[in-house]
């Protein structure tokens, strides 16, 4: 079974940086996608960012457009998320997933990690 192991997250200041990764287990095929969602306390999961595999073609939600990147990493079967420019609204618990279809929504992912914190403060 596929396990995704996220990393990289923790507190940092309005304007800061972080970069998460999400490192799988297994092949990641070339037919999956794999995205970055995010949850903060009393809202729904929302998505943040996807990239197909096999293309490694991303594409952003529009609240992070230009300021986050998507990337992945075949030899390390690793997807990081490069998070700049970062607002007290990207305060939320960051999930990665990885599903088969082209999907902005949560329930189509079938595999997902643990989550890690990422806290903005001002």
């Known amino acids: 079974q596929a396990q995704l192991v996220e990393s990289g997250g923790g507190l940092v200041q309005t304007g800061g940086s972080l970069r998460l990764s999400c490192a799988a287990s297994?092949?990641?095929?070339?037919?999956?996608?794999m995205g970055w969602f995010r949850q903060a306390p009393g809202k729904e999961r929302e998505f943040v960012a996807l990239?197909?595999?096999?293309?490694?073609?991303?594409t952003y939600a529009d609240s992070v457009k230009g300021r986050f990147t998507i990337a992945g990493s075949k030899a390390e079967n690793t997807v990081y998320l490069e998070m700049n420019e970062l607002r007290i609204e990207d305060t939320a618990m960051y999930y990665c997933?990885?599903?088969?279809?082209?999907?902005?929504?949560?329930?189509?992912?079938?595999?997902w990690g643990q989550g890690t914190q990422v806290t903005v403060s001002s």
């Open positions: 997933a990885r599903g088969s279809q082209y999907s902005f929504s949560a329930n189509d992912y079938v595999y």
């Open positions: 297994g092949r990641i095929y070339s037919s999956s996608v």
């Open positions: 990239i197909r595999w096999g293309t490694q073609r991303p």
